[in-house]
Structures are given as structure tokens and as C-alpha cells.
């Protein structure tokens, strides 16, 4: 090691000589002038903050969200009642899904949506409490009497009449709030 000269080190650590007469290199071993790092404490390029993410921290979600139109399938009685007799009971589970996305969507609390899609494909008249209990909190929130009750989920002792008595009565309260709020009526 006796004729070989070790690298000088710079102040910022990012530039290097060799021998006494070296031009400096930026960015370090093997990079080209003006490639280097960008310098300490600065997000390299591409990762700026995540859309939908305000500076609340990691995972903030926010809420209040309203479904835009309730033109889809999951606001329409008929269309879900008919899905609902065609699958056997397996769109249960999906409208559990989508109604208790949309109210934690709003609410910011609440089951969500893969617990609702569980309890209604598993335990379809744990669903028949939650949504109602939901829907009536969010009525509260809002200041305003609800029209159904976590009671209301006792609809489904009564067999097939009590399922679509219990069914019309919560989703015309989710339709009334949802216009109240802005959404588009189907």
C-alpha cells in the first residue's frame, strides 16, 4: 500500500479526490456530476406524500363521505330483494358489505365493510342489528330522530315478511339520509 493514495473525504461526505491534484466527484463511487443524493433530509424524488393522506399521519381516512348517486345497485329495494331471493341469500353478504362501508365511510366508526360481509354471509341476523345501530347513530349525529332502531333488527323472528319489512324500513332511512346529504336520488 505504499505508492496507493486513500481517497479524501470532504466535509459533506459526498465528494471525493484522489491524489493531490484530483478533480472532486459528487454523489460518490462510480456516479457521474449532478447524479448524486439529494441532499440530508430530503425525500429522494418520487416519494412525496400520498394522496388522500393529509398530514394527520398514517392511515387517517377521512369522514363524512357521501355515496355521490344512489343510482346503484346497492340503493335500489327491488333490485338488492330480487339478488337477494336469486343467490340464495349471498347478495345478503354483499349488500352487508357496501352498507357498512358507507356508513363507516361516513361516520368514521362503525364494523366496515370486510365485518359486514363476513356477519352476512355467516351470521346474517347479526346484520339485522348492526346496520340498523349504525344508521340510528348517524341519525344522532346529524341531530335528527331516526327512523330505525338497533330493535329493529327483532324483525327477523318474524320469517320471510319480517326480512322484507326490516329490509325497506333501513334502507329507505339510508336513502333519506344519503339525499339529505347531497347524494343524487336514483
Known amino acids: 500500500m505504499a505508492g496507493r493514495e486513500r481517497p479524501a473525504t470532504s ?3 459526498r465528494t471525493t479526490t484522489r491524489g493531490p491534484t484530483a478533480e472532486p466527484r ?4 462510480g456516479q457521474q456530476p449532478g447524479y448524486g443524493q439529494p441532499a440530508y433530509g430530503q425525500p429522494p424524488p418520487g416519494y412525496g406524500q400520498q394522496p388522500g ?3 394527520q399521519g398514517y392511515g387517517y381516512r ?4 357521501v355515496p355521490p348517486t344512489l343510482s346503484e345497485i346497492y340503493y335500489n329495494p327491488a333490485l338488492n330483494i330480487l339478488l337477494f331471493v336469486l343467490t340464495c341469500g349471498i347478495w345478503g353478504g354483499v349488500w352487508a358489505w357496501r352498507t357498512h362501508d358507507d356508513l363507516q365511510k361516513y361516520n368514521g366508526d362503525g364494523i366496515g365493510g370486510i365485518v359486514g360481509l363476513i356477519l352476512g354471509l355467516l ?3 347479526a346484520v339485522m342489528f348492526t346496520v340498523p345501530n349504525e344508521v340510528e347513530k348517524m341519525y344522532q349525529r346529524d341531530g335528527r330522530q331516526s327512523p330505525v332502531t338497533t330493535l329493529w333488527g327483532l324483525w ?3 320469517p320471510i315478511v319480517g326480512h322484507f319489512i326490516w329490509y325497506l324500513q333501513v334502507q329507505g332511512a339510508l336513502n333519506d339520509f344519503w339525499i339529505s ?5 336514483a
Not at 459528487?26 to 463511487?29: A, R, S, T
Not at 377521512?62 to 363521505?65: D, E, H
Not at 346529504?181 to 336520488?185: A, E, I, L
Open 11 to 13: 466535509p459533506d461526505a
Open 181 to 185: 346529504k347531497g347524494s343524487q336520488p
Open 62 to 65: 377521512p369522514y363524512g363521505v
Open 53 to 55: 393522506y393529509g398530514q
Open 26 to 29: 459528487v454523489g460518490g463511487y
Open 123 to 125: 351470521v346474517q341476523p
Open 156 to 158: 327477523f323472528l318474524l
